[in-house]
Structure formats: structure tokens, C-alpha cells
């Protein structure tokens, strides 16, 4: 394993049709399953349609029959022909849906009057209307905010260009400058119909540098004699000084060792030491930006002894742990995890402070002992960042692109969204234009299927944060296009997430393979697009796993996961109120889309649902 690897290093150095299928009821309440199969469904109208409703009945029987095996039913499966959903005799009371017509004419003529109203971001509204569904976005993408993008006017400018979710680095500015930023993305989102969701990414304990005096960035030339110093200075920097956060770091260091800042980007022998004071030659020039990660080498070896002796959770990112749930962020994002326990000690605590809403923990893995302990780590988690510049400074550099590819595949597994991270795009920092090897990298993220690709200093302080958000729009919709075109949605087994267990019947494991089969069905019928009604997101999550080849339409009722919904793979969020009923969620949604544009009569969705855990292929009259 590719992360086993980098570990030691760091220690050393279906064929077409249509109908639907849904369980009786609750499986817990139930050991009934029934499939319907309908003869008039327009899929079916010609002689070689009649040989895919068979070889489609014949797939679902094996279904169905596996499920028996597994033991989901212990009874009967009744396999009937009952008039076609798009007619609306779903029968959702598990008949023969003679009397549903009524009922669901009823419904549909009085929606246009009394239906609430449905919110949608408005950027992927336009992109429906104007180009259809298969023109979304899969892969969503993170802006970092800094003094490049944090006004109204460019924070709403990123929106419209498909910023995703606004990070906040609280390695930068202060408390109530964040608190400035969360107030405007709040108002985008209020004013414009956006649904942009807020990360805070935490400091971290790990070696930093200080804030350069105040400016932006500095370079360091080759040969250039610069010195890094623990002191506390009142006034300015003197002239080629960097402070250095950690009191230890003139004790730890030796003369010949070598000292790497922000992963790479530039680098520095010491020279001698004198007293708080490093004396170091730039040996790599590059750019030295504020709060920069330090770590140094000895022997061609990292020196770690002393940052593993550092709490991953400090002092300082408590604080700003509690100024985050106080305002209500979406995820919080902690730098250098060690171990699952920092998470499940995190996670417990927001519990505590947070009770009436979910903020989802992410874990940044950017560290030797990060990839010792990947999965148990991802397991607890909510999510994951691959942080490769900070990575790629305690690894081999070789061994940075298969880490990340399986780091993105194990995510994929388990289930937790997993953001690409640093340095995408790095050279659009100072100049408008990507380099091609830029450019390959991103389409590799792409192709890996991350959830999201995120911006760093390209957008918080770099020259063009809107034509870099452009780039990774522009390539992330050619190469999901190029998976399409070469159907690469078949080319992942996904493992199961409820592994076996003496009781097989759970809503998990059902809601688990309700996902599967509807990815799968979607992907063999071509349909235009899944609707997934959920109100805590779960399902919405499980379908986004699957990466099928249509977009997902997620249907919740609450702000909160909707907004948290924006950042997986796939997922279109909408806000919705929803009803109990699944026949009155589905009229409504296609009266409601329908009036706004965004759907025709004619395009063919698979609707599932976590209130009523089913399958149904609909054709919008």
C-alpha cells in the first residue's frame, strides 16, 4: 500500500428497462418484497424494449433473490404487472395502485396553489436551464478567503464562477475578520440564493512561521544569509529575520541540517547557531508566505521527535474551535491529526457546545503519523484533506501521487467525502495563466473521482482567484466529461459498508443497497438525473459514493444539510419542505421544477428516499 510505504519512509526517512421496486415497508417491520415490473412503461413499447423489460426482470429477480439470501426477506416475493409510475400508480400502499390515479391527479392540480416554494443554487439553476443536466458539475470546488477575495462584491464573484464552500484559515487574520467574511458569504447565500458552506481550518501545533511583519510575502534568494529567531520583537522585523512560533527550535536544530518551509517551496541550510538566533543560507529561493510550515532534515532524514511530543488540537485552535461553533460553521477542518482520538474528542466536545446542529470534522492528513493510522482516522471522521504541500515535506516526493490516490480511493470506500489540496495551481499565484503540468495534476484529482479540489493561496492572496476558480471549473468539466464518454463509473467495487451481522435487516444495510441499485439502474437506463429525498442527508451521501453518471438532485428540508450536501461529489441540494408522503415529495418537486425551467415533460429520473426507503423509475408528464 502506497501510504504503508510513505509511513515506513517517514520512519526511515446492465442492460436497459424501467419499473419499480421498493420494499413492502420498513424492512424492520416486514419481511416482504415487492418488485413491479410494467408492461406499459413507453420504455417497453417496441419488440426489442419487451426483451430488456425481460432481461431486466431477470436482473431484478437475481436482486432480489440475493437479498432473500442475505435475509433481508424471509417470506414471499411477489412479482405482479401494475400500471407504470409515470402514470402515477406508484401504489405506494403496497397493492395494485388502481386507486392511485385519483389521488394523484388531485395532488398535481392543486400544487401549482398551495405548494411552498423550493430553493436552488442559483448558479446550477442557470446551467440546468441552459445546458442540461448532463453539463453539471460533479467535483466541487473550495476557495480559501484572504485579503484577494474577502470583499462582497469578489466573494459574490466566486460564487457565480461555482465556489462550493469558503474556507476560512485561521492561521491568517483575526477573529472578527473571519467573523466579517461569514457574515458576507451568510448574506450571498440569503440575497442570492446561493447555498456556499463555510470550513475553518485550524492552525495546528506544528512548527510555524510568524507573520513576516505584517506583509504579504517575501522572497528568499539563493545564497541569501536570513535568520530565524524565537524572540519576541515590539517593533519591525529587522531586515532578513523570520520568527519561528516554536521556543524549542534553536535547542533542536544542528548546523548542516536543513530546514523546508511551506512543503518545499523554499529551503535553508544553518549555518551556526547564537543563542534564540538560527543563521541559515537559502539554498532553494521560492516565496516565503506568513505562518509558513517549518520542518527540518538531518542526514537526509525528517527530525520529528520534538512535533510529535506537540498536541495536534493547541491552545490557540480551541479558541478558535469555539469561535467557529458559535458561528455556526459548517466543518472544521484539524491540521496534523494523529490518531482517531483527537477526532472522537473533537467530535464530542462540538456535541456538547453544538446541540441543536451538525458541524462535520475533517481530518487533514499531512503527516508520517497521519498515514500510520489513515484508516482508523477516516473512519471516525466526517471527511478528509489530503494536504500534499505539508505532506510532501514529511514523505518522499515520489510517493505524494499514489498517497494521494489512496487516500481518495479509501475515502471513496468508507464514505467520507475527500478534498484535494495544495498547490493545484500554485503558479496563478503570481501569473494568469496555469502551467500544463498544473493542469495535468487537476484532471488527475478529477479522475480519481475526489468530491472537491480546493484553492489555497491562489485565491486568499494570489493575483487571479477568479480565473483560477475558471481553471479548475473549466478542467473538472472536460474530464468528467472524458469519464463519461469512457464510462469510468464501472470501474471501481465498492466494498460494503454494513458488513455482515446476525441482523441483516437494518435500514442501513437497506438503505445501502437501494443506493447501489439505483446508481446502477441509472447508469444502465441513462436516465437524466437521481432525486434523493432526505432530510439527514444520509442517502444523498451513500448515491454520491456510487458516482453515477447522472447528477443527483438531493431534496432536504433543512438549510443546515443542505449546505453541508454541497461539498460531496454529484450532489445538486435543494431546500424543500417534504412531506411524509413520497408520492406528494415527487409531484411536487416536478410541478415545482418544471414551472422554474429546470425540467421538461419527457426526461426520466430514478427517485429513491430515505423517509420511505424505495426505488422508482418516473417519466415527468
Not at 460531496?568 to 424543500?576: A, E, K, N, T
Not at 421544477?593 to 425540467?599: E, I, Q, S, T, W
Request: proline share 4%; net charge neutral; hydrophobic share 40%.
Amino acid at each position: 500500500m502506497a501510504t504503508a510505504a510513505a509511513a515506513a519512509a517517514c520512519a526511515g526517512t446492465g442492460s436497459g428497462g424501467g419499473g419499480v421496486w421498493r420494499p413492502f415497508s420498513s424492512p424492520s417491520v416486514s419481511s416482504r418484497v415487492v418488485l413491479r415490473a410494467p408492461r406499459s412503461f413507453p420504455l417497453f413499447a417496441s419488440s426489442s424494449s419487451r426483451s430488456s423489460s425481460r432481461a431486466w426482470q431477470r436482473s431484478v429477480l437475481a436482486m432480489v433473490a440475493k437479498y432473500k439470501k442475505d435475509g433481508i426477506s424471509s417470506g414471499a416475493v411477489d412479482c405482479g404487472l401494475a400500471d407504470p409510475a409515470v402514470s402515477g400508480t406508484s401504489g405506494s400502499d403496497g397493492g395494485n395502485g388502481a386507486a392511485a390515479p385519483s389521488r394523484a391527479t388531485g395532488l398535481a392540480s392543486s400544487f401549482p396553489s398551495i405548494a411552498p416554494g423550493i430553493d436552488v443554487d442559483s448558479v446550477s439553476e442557470a446551467e440546468l436551464k441552459e445546458n442540461g443536466f448532463r453539463s453539471t458539475r460533479r467535483t466541487k470546488l473550495i476557495c480559501t478567503i484572504g485579503p484577494a477575495s474577502c470583499g462582497f462584491e469578489q466573494l459574490e464573484a466566486l460564487a457565480m464562477a461555482g465556489m462550493n464552500v469558503a474556507r476560512l484559515n485561521m492561521c491568517h487574520g483575526t477573529r472578527e475578520w473571519h467573523r466579517g467574511v461569514i457574515k458576507s458569504v451568510r448574506q450571498l447565500n440569503e440575497m442570492k440564493g446561493y447555498s456556499v458552506a463555510l470550513m475553518m481550518d485550524t492552525e495546528g501545533s506544528e512548527i510555524h512561521m510568524g507573520d513576516l511583519g505584517g506583509v504579504t510575502s517575501q522572497k528568499a534568494e539563493d545564497g541569501e544569509e536570513w535568520t530565524f529567531s524565537v524572540r519576541k520583537f515590539d517593533g519591525a522585523l529587522p531586515e532578513g529575520t523570520l520568527q519561528v512560533n516554536y521556543e524549542g527550535f534553536a535547542e533542536d536544530v544542528m548546523a548542516g541540517d536543513e530546514l523546508v518551509v511551506d512543503g518545499g517551496m523554499v529551503r535553508f541550510e544553518v549555518v551556526d547557531k547564537i543563542g534564540p538566533d538560527v543563521k541559515c543560507r537559502c539554498i532553494d529561493p521560492g516565496l516565503l508566505l506568513p505562518r509558513a510550515n517549518v520542518t527540518f532534515w538531518r542526514n537526509g532524514r525528517l527530525v520529528r521527535e520534538r512535533n510529535a511530543m506537540l498536541p495536534t488540537i493547541s491552545s490557540k485552535d480551541w479558541l478558535d474551535i469555539d469561535f467557529g461553533i458559535s458561528e455556526g460553521v459548517d466543518f472544521i477542518a484539524i491540521s496534523f491529526v494523529k490518531t482517531a482520538d483527537v477526532i472522537k474528542h473533537l467530535k464530542s466536545y462540538i456535541a456538547s457546545r453544538s446541540t441543536n446542529r451538525q458541524i462535520g470534522v475533517f481530518a487533514k492528513i499531512e503527516s508520517c503519523d497521519s498515514l500510520k493510522n489513515l484508516e482508523d482516522i477516516i473512519r471516525v471522521a466526517d471527511g478528509a484533506m489530503v494536504a500534499r504541500g505539508d505532506l510532501g515535506a514529511q514523505i518522499p516526493l515520489e510517493q505524494v501521487p499514489s498517497v494521494q490516490r489512496e487516500i481518495v480511493t479509501l475515502c471513496r470506500q468508507l464514505n467520507k467525502p475527500v478534498i484535494v489540496a495544495s498547490q493545484l495551481l500554485e503558479s496563478m499565484i503570481e501569473y494568469p495563466t496555469p502551467t500544463r503540468a498544473e493542469v495535468a495534476d487537476v484532471s488527475e484529482a478529477v479522475r480519481q473521482r475526489a468530491d472537491a479540489l480546493m484553492l489555497s493561496g491562489e485565491s486568499a492572496m494570489g493575483q487571479f482567484p477568479l480565473k483560477a476558480l475558471s481553471v479548475l471549473r473549466t478542467v473538472s468539466l472536460r474530464i468528467e466529461r472524458w469519464c463519461r464518454e469512457q464510462k469510468r463509473h464501472e470501474m471501481m467495487r465498492l466494498r460494503e459498508l454494513s458488513p455482515p451481522s446476525s441482523d441483516r435487516q437494518t435500514a442501513e444495510r437497506v438503505s445501502e443497497q437501494i443506493c447501489n441499485s439505483a446508481s446502477h439502474m441509472a447508469n444502465n437506463l441513462g436516465v437524466d438525473a437521481i432525486f434523493v429525498y432526505t432530510r439527514d442527508g444520509h442517502m444523498a451521501s451513500l448515491l454520491s459514493r456510487c458516482r453515477p453518471d447522472c447528477p443527483i438532485f438531493a431534496f432536504t428540508d433543512t438549510t443546515a444539510v443542505r449546505r453541508r450536501l454541497n461539498l460531496q461529489w454529484g450532489l445538486i441540494p435543494f431546500r424543500l419542505d417534504l412531506s411524509t408522503d413520497m408520492e406528494v415529495n415527487i409531484l411536487r418537486t416536478f410541478s415545482l421544477l418544471k414551472a422554474r425551467g429546470m425540467m421538461n415533460s419527457g426526461d426520466l429520473v430514478i427517485a429513491v428516499s430515505d423517509m420511505l426507503q424505495s426505488i422508482q423509475i418516473r417519466k415527468i408528464p
